[in-house]
Nanobody, 111 residues
């Protein structure tokens, strides 16, 4: 059974940085695409970034150039490095793989 656990969410100031982690309990982590989504209060969940099994990355326009998604196949862990954070980045961030979701981690950007 696939399980995902996110961590790293916190309160950050505008312009600051955070790194989220997603540990995935799955047999063949390296074979799967891993995605990060976020959901702000009152808004629909939106795709933030995806990293494919071969390492190709895809970003939403709202985070392109500021966020970087990566993966460590040896550790079955995905990462989302978030730089130059903005108040609009405030949301619960989720990772997903193989149609399974983590519980989410809260990111709040405020001065």
């Amino acid at each position: 059974q696939v399980q995902l656990v996110e961590s790293g969410g916190d309160l950050a100031q505008p312009g600051g940085s955070l790194r989220l982690s997603c540990v995935v309990s799955v047999t063949f982590f390296s074979n799967g695409a891993l995605s990060w989504y976020r959901q702000a209060p009152g808004k629909q969940r939106e795709l933030v970034a995806t990293i494919l099994s071969g390492g190709k990355t895809i970003y939403s326009d709202s985070v392109k150039g500021r966020f970087a998604v990566s993966r460590d196949n040896a550790r079955s862990t995905g990462y989302l490095q978030m730089n130059n954070l903005k108040p609009d980045d405030t949301a619960v961030y989720y990772c997903t793989m193989a149609d399974k979701w983590g519980q989410g981690t809260q990111v709040t950007v405020s001065s």
